[in-house]
């Protein structure tokens, strides 16, 4: 089921602030085969509150669309898993990677990787309320001594899961390191479900790597495209300073279209930034982006 709705082997990953419809849409666009929500809250679901349900948009031009949960009760899992089968969506993904000390303290995300009991309950009970396929993101293990993705990918098969996510990190790494693609390669090699590989991949060459070390289905990119959208191409060219500006344009396009830009203001400025992080005159152009106070204040900044 997951091969018939890839449209290609790379993978936008849920990034909490940034992977919004506008920029789903973008990187769609630009290549990418399938997109992720952010992470949504299996309370702010059931709970019906607005804010999460916006989150929740798509357009058909999207699809295939996948909405990561987070949680650490099955029977709330299991609720919000069954509201979705309500949403235009192609498939529920069950984080049990993020790092974040908010979200371990309530037991969800990487905490579960230390409790598979109540892992393999919330995915067990979730494949039984979707009616879409389950997936689940997961990282290397708790910490070094821990490396548990392959005995894990197991427990997430043999509970219904379709598909798993392996970033090759474990939850003492954080975000830093290098990524040991070798755990995604072991994860492929203990299940038969596809595997998507996660973690260091910031250009295609990479993720012609990844594919080669490991033989994972498909990757997953996420920070490395947050301005940098083009990542997901084939043949990635090196950007120049006005196929940034075009991209940036085009993204505005497509924040115009699906959000109320002036209400979210701060969070536009952020991605717009990122597109000239790092590059020759980019620092003017950012202090520029950042002062602006207004939706057209920014467009005129790129557009002159």
Known sequence: MINKL????????????YTDLPFRLLCREYGAGMTVSEMISCHGLTYQQPPTIRMLKTITAERPFAVQLFGAEPEIMAEAAAILNDYDLDIVDINMGCPVRKVIKKGAGAALMRNPKLAAEIIKRVVAASKRPVTVKFRSGWNHDEITAPEFARLA??????????????????FSGRADWRIIA??????????????????AADVHAMLDETNCRAVMIGRAALGAPWIFQENEAIPTLNSRRRALARHLELIAL???PNQCLGRIKNHAGRYFKGQAGGSAIRQKIYACQTFNDLKAVISS
Do not use: C, F, Y
Request: charge should be positive; charged fraction near 15%.
């Open 258 to 260: 699906h959000m109320n």
């Open 6 to 17: 890839l449209k290609n082997n790379r993978v936008l990953a849920p990034l909490a602030g």
């Open 186 to 203: 072991m994860v492929v090699q203990a299940v038969n479900i596809p595997v998507i590989g996660n973690g260091d991949i910031k250009s």
């Open 157 to 174: 098969e043999a509970n219904g899961a379709s598909a798993v996510t392996v970033h090759a990190r474990t939850w003492s790494d954080g």
